[in-house]
């Protein structure tokens, strides 16, 4: 069945048409052409997918574009800035080589921005833990974590610089 | 995915409705359990009902010492509450243990309990509590709630509204995940409040159960121990690719040692 939904994605006001099972993701990358977000597996365990709905990080995969109606969404593509500077967690990746591939990289920068923004220290183990519903085929892991510790640190950086 | 009706009503007697009228209906709560089988085919729903807009299903609260928690509560709202980890911090603990945080930010607590996995992790802890289970229409202890593999005590229009959780003394949740999506092939809950003790394995068979024999060994010495000489029979037990038979009931002492061990 059809319904109307109106959310709030990446700061734009966006109505469209979509049917009652379209999924999150197929409706950010289908509808919206938003294929910064990706979709790596159909058990909902590879994180490729995570984007953020009303601050929180989900997998797109595994909600209904109608159960995001009024929500305000964030993908990959929303973090930088109007001029192209990244966010401090996407430069941190860059920065630490936290990528090879880059096919899990979208949906473990927005897990590791929620992670750093609930916890306010993070520690090596809290980091692992924390990505345990991301997983990436590529590089060990070992320079995501510490991406992921020096993105927070320059997150948290900046929130004390804005204050 | 085949298509179905959504429906986003505000309150408990609304949903009772729409899903007493559905031809098929289901209760739609975090999804995490739901969607992935409506994706994959393996279910087919004529209407799905979001309880998410129903504040009445949220929030955590205490009731002169009993915690009550709505059914829309999700894990990881579970495993943050002050409320939560002050009263039974093992119930905290079970919650921060479910999946991953993804999961955690959208899965409930009446999600979890309804659907009733075999490997899933809060049955074992409102078993172990002694918990009672609220509906739109009457509380179910949790012992009698738990029927079967993936069946509990629930009517097809009816919905968990909340949990009601009495407070141990001391309680310890210990669990051997799956590496790949953290559900426990075994998982072991230990309560203890004035002299009895309670004792919920998770993973082990097709639902959850009590083990009186681990339990009458603990109400006469609270100590890791005391369960060495129980042998837990394993032909009823789930065996699989992740664990035979005889593994999981080996773990089932592995865990509940650990778990009263953790209580020391
Ligand atoms: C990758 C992954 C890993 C996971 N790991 C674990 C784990 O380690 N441990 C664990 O325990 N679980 C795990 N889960 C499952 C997770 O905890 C789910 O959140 C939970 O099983 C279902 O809760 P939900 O709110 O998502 O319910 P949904 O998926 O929305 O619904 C599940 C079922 O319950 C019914 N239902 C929902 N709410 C109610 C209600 N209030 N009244 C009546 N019926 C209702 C629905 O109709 C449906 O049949 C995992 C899931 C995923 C995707
Ligand atoms: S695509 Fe793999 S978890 Fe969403
Ligand atoms: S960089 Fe290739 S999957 Fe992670």
């Known amino acids: 069945m059809a319904r109307t939904i109106t959310l709030t994605v990446n700061g734009a006001k966006v109505t469209r048409e979509v049917e009652s099972r379209t999924l999150l993701v197929q409706f950010l990358r289908e509808h919206l052409e938003l ?20 601050g929180r990080s989900v997998k797109s995969c595994t909600m209904l574009a109608v159960q995001a109606d009024g929500a305000a969404v964030t993908t990959i593509e929303g973090l930088a800035a109007a001029d192209g500077t990244l966010h401090p967690m996407q430069a941190a990746f860059r920065e ?18 929620d992670l750093a923004q609930t916890h306010p220290t993070l520690t090596e183990t809290a980091v692992r833990e924390g990505l345990e519903g991301n997983i990436c085929r590529c590089t060990g892991y070992h320079n995501i974590v510490k991406a992921v510790l020096a993105g927070a640190e320059a997150m948290a950086g900046r929130a004390e610089a804005a204050e | 995915m085949y298509d179905f009706d959504y429906h986003r009503p505000t309150t408990i007697a609304d949903a009772v409705a729409l899903l007493a009228q559905a031809e098929d209906g289901r209760p739609l709560a975090g999804g995490q359990s739901l969607i992935p089988t409506l994706k994959q085919r393996l279910a087919k729903r004529s209407d799905l009902v979001d309880l998410s807009a129903i504040t009445e299903l949220r929030g955590i609260r205490d009731d002169g010492g009993t915690l009550v928690i709505g059914a829309m509560t999700r894990h ?32 409930t607590l009446g999600g979890s309990i309804a659907n009733n996995d075999p490997s899933a992790d809060y049955p074992a802890a409102l078993v172990g509590l002694g918990a009672t289970i609220v509906t739109d ?35 310890a949740y210990q669990k051997f995940p799956n590496p790949a999506s953290r559900y426990a092939v075994v998982g072991v809950f230990v309560a203890k409040t004035g002299n009895a003790v309670r004792v919920a394995v998770t993973g082990a068979g097709a639902v959850v159960f009590r083990h009186s024999a681990m339990e009458a060994a603990l109400t006469n ?21 992740h664990a035979s038979q005889d593994y999981r009931a080996h773990l089932v002492k592995v865990m509940a040692k650990r778990a009263v061990a953790a209580l020391q």
């Open chain 1, 35 to 54: 294929t910064g977000t990706h979709i790596g597996c159909d058990t909902s365990q590879c994180g490729a997918c995570v984007v953020h709905v009303d």
């Open chain 2, 221 to 241: 010495s609270f100590t890791p121990a005391a369960l060495e000489p129980i042998e837990t029979p394993a032909d009823d037990f789930n065996g699989d690719i």
């Open chain 1, 96 to 113: 630490h080589h936290g990528l090879q591939c880059g096919f899990c990289t979208p949906g473990m920068v927005m897990s590791a921005i």
């Open chain 2, 76 to 107: 990881a709202e579970v495993a943050a509450s002050d409320l939560v980890r002050s009263a039974i911090p093992a119930l905290a603990a079970t919650a921060e243990s479910v999946g991953d945080a993804q999961v955690r930010n959208l899965g």
């Open chain 2, 137 to 171: 229409r009457r509380s179910i202890a949790a012992e009698d709630f738990f029927t079967g593999l993936f069946e509990t005590a629930l009517a097809a229009d009816e919905l968990v509204v909340s949990v009601r959780f009495p407070r141990p003394d001391r309680a």
